[in-house]
């Protein structure tokens, strides 16, 4: 079965500081694989995606993320965060057999805290 | 642009009762989806439609209808209402299909639904 695990509910992160927000998949054939960013009482944002080519891969609001095949794991970072980036974050994977079906993670909230 | 809107915003209702939660895209998107949205479980895929005329179940689809007859609009049917489908809805829609290079989803404000 396809499945998305974010293996943390919470994140905590002084800001200034970097961030990452943890993401694992299990996907038939190339994945195809999303963050998204959901603010309180507000529908979900993209952020980034990878599809193909290099692995690592940016995205808005200075986030990042890296595939690593090996691992697989997708993992959300930025160099440096900022109280702003407070909210709840939700990585998603399909591939191409998956016929429209996107599968999402349980969602990671993150702090972000002066 | 609107982008994706949902109505109605919050709604309660009875156990047995029907309704319809409705959405719309004006960005002329052929694949459009609807979630549910549940504490610690992230978004489950309930029902998709890549074109007008052509939908599909997700993950969930029990208890829920949709139909497709314009590009347009995508309105997700309870047709009796439980308890366990408290939850919240989104609406989202796409340029393309899932596992395309230019796929990235756009997604409503969502739908806060009790049922009691």
């Known amino acids: 079965a396809q499945s998305v695990a974010q293996p943390e509910d919470q994140v905590n992160v002084a800001e200034g500081n970097p961030l990452t927000v943890k993401c694992t998949y299990s996907?038939?054939?190339?994945?195809?694989l999303f963050w998204y960013v959901q603010y309180p009482n507000r529908g979900l944002q993209f952020l980034l995606k990878?599809?193909?080519?290099?692995?690592l891969v940016k995205g808005s609001y200075g986030f990042e993320a890296e595939f690593n095949k090996s691992q697989t794991s997708f993992h959300l970072k930025k160099p440096s965060a900022l109280v702003s980036d407070s909210a709840l974050y939700f990585c998603?994977?399909?591939?191409?057999?998956?016929?429209?079906?996107?599968?999402f993670g349980q969602g990671t909230e993150l702090s972000v805290k002066p | 642009n609107a982008g994706v809107t949902q109505t109605p915003k919050f709604q309660v209702l009875k156990t047995g009762q029907s309704m319809t939660l409705q959405c719309a895209q004006d960005?002329?998107?052929?694949?459009m989806s609807w979630y549910r949205q549940d504490p610690g479980m992230g978004l489950r895929l309930i029902h998709y439609?890549?074109?007008?005329?052509?939908?599909d179940q997700g993950e969930v689809p029990n208890g829920y209808n949709v139909s497709r007859s314009t590009t347009e609009d995508f309105p997700l049917r309870l047709l009796s209402a439980a308890p366990s489908q408290t939850s919240v809805y989104f609406c989202?829609?796409?340029?393309?299909?899932?596992?395309?290079?230019?796929?990235?989803?756009?997604f409503g404000p969502g739908t806060r639904l009790t049922v009691t």
């Open positions: 439609s890549v074109g007008a005329g052509i939908t």
């Open positions: 998603a994977g399909t591939s191409r057999n998956q016929g429209g079906k996107l599968i």
């Open positions: 960005m002329n998107h052929e694949y």
């Open positions: 996907v038939s054939g190339n994945p195809y």
């Open positions: 990878y599809i193909t080519g290099d692995n």
């Open positions: 989202a829609s796409s340029y393309s299909y899932p596992g395309t290079i230019s796929y990235e989803q756009y």
